[in-house]
């Protein structure tokens, strides 16, 4: 059902995730504000001052960054919705996680939320979680009697040092909600995506998720791949969540983006391989997990997440999605391969 027009902030509007948000709001007719940390960064932003020029008067970019007090004040001016996805994303360890990853997430929730504050026109926000804010390890989901997880879990266990990303997510998203329930003017929402995959509208080659498709297909797992569940979702669908997130009215609470749980081998046996010529580059087979344990390290895993992770199956509950938000899940088998002809086009993997 088409929804009155509004205006939208979107924050981190040039990453991976939210250019396809900035994308569907503008074809759908809404006006949108979007930060970037350098408006002058053009690599980063010509995607969209493309897509400003295409829906002229309808996308307004403003310069902030998460770590300062009162950088989002200009842009959430006049927006009815806030849609925070800015959070810096990578899974290998940071130098210093806190003022890499923990505080960005946190401190730049607080920040945004506080610029909502001081508006007068604010109904909704729409913050970007993550399923690593459901749990820690696989193991402990097993462990807990459980292979699903749903809406219901939280990461009690979380720990900066162990999994900093994780507990970078965890944290931001409960301060959201205990800022949500000090007041009554807009309600919150939070979409809790799994691994996305699928094209970037962009050329970027730093996004995470891009990283790691392109690792993939250049045959970082060629000899094998540890036995581990992905929750798999597009990136579009992500994009949609949100957007119905923002403008839905009985939008509420929590809802995990996820398509289908599947282990790197199913990812792999998905890839088109000859249309790809990718032959040698894809695993035809799981490494033992005893190996993957002494062999983790070099390929940037840490042993307690092999032990931990590597042969505990999982899964996603999506239906309240599916059923509030009316996201349909594209098959997994299009999202990696959509994705991987978008990285030979770009000229970001060997054709
Ligand atoms: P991305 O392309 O790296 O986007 C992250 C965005 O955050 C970028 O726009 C980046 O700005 C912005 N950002 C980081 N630090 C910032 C700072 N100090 N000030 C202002 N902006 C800052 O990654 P993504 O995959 O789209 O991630 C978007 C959101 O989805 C994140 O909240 C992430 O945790 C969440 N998520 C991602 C996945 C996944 O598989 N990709 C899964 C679950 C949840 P610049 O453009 O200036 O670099």
């Known amino acids: 059902m088409p929804q009155a027009q509004q205006r939208i902030l979107v924050s981190g509007a040039a990453g991976y995730l939210a250019s396809w ?3 569907e709001l503008l074809r759908d007719g809404h006006t949108v ?4 940390r350098r408006l002058q ?6 995607h969209l001052l493309d897509l400003a020029d295409q829906y002229p008067e309808r996308l307004r970019l403003f310069e902030a960054d998460l770590l300062k007090e009162g950088s989002f004040d200009g842009a959430v001016e006049g927006c009815s919705a806030v849609i925070h996805t800015a959070s810096p994303y990578f899974l290998s360890r940071p130098d210093d996680r806190e003022r890499q990853l923990i505080g960005p997430a946190l401190r730049g929730t607080q920040n945004v939320l506080a610029s909502v504050k001081r508006s007068a026109t604010v109904r909704r926000v729409v913050l970007t979680s993550s399923i690593a804010a459901l749990y820690n390890d696989a193991r402990d989901v097993s462990r807990m009697g459980q292979q699903t997880l749903h809406e219901g879990n939280t990461n009690p266990n979380t720990h900066s040092g162990r999994n900093p990303y994780a507990y970078s997510k965890t944290v931001a998203e409960q301060a959201a909600w205990e800022q949500c329930r000090q007041q009554q003017r807009w309600d919150l929402v939070s979409i809790l995506p799994g691994a996305m995959f699928g094209p970037s ?3 970027r080659p730093d996004s995470t998720s891009v990283t790691m498709m392109s690792q993939f297909v250049n045959g970082l797992y060629r000899r094998g791949v540890p036995r581990l569940w992905l929750g798999l979702v597009d990136v579009r669908d992500v994009a949609s969540a949100h957007v119905r997130a923002a403008t839905l009215p009985q939008a509420h609470h929590r809802y995990i983006a996820v398509a289908k749980s599947l282990r790197l081998l199913e990812i792999a046996q998905l890839m088109r391989v000859r249309d790809f010529g990718l032959e040698d580059k894809l695993p035809r087979s799981e490494v033992p997990k005893m190996l993957m344990w002494l062999l983790g390290p070099a390929v940037g895993m840490q ?7 590597v042969g505990h199956p999982l899964s ?3 239906r309240r999605s599916q059923t509030e938000l009316g996201v349909r899940y594209r098959p997994p088998a299009e999202t990696v391969n959509d994705h991987i002809r978008q990285l030979v086009a770009d000229g970001l993997v060997p054709a």
């Not at 960064?41 to 010509?46: F, G, I, L, R, V």
């Open 316 to 318: 996603f509950d999506n």
């Open 33 to 36: 504000h979007g930060t970037v």
């Open 41 to 46: 960064e053009h690599p980063k932003t010509q």
């Open 21 to 23: 948000i900035v994308e």
């Open 201 to 203: 509208r962009s050329k």
């Open 303 to 309: 042993r307690h997440y092999v032990a931990r992770n």
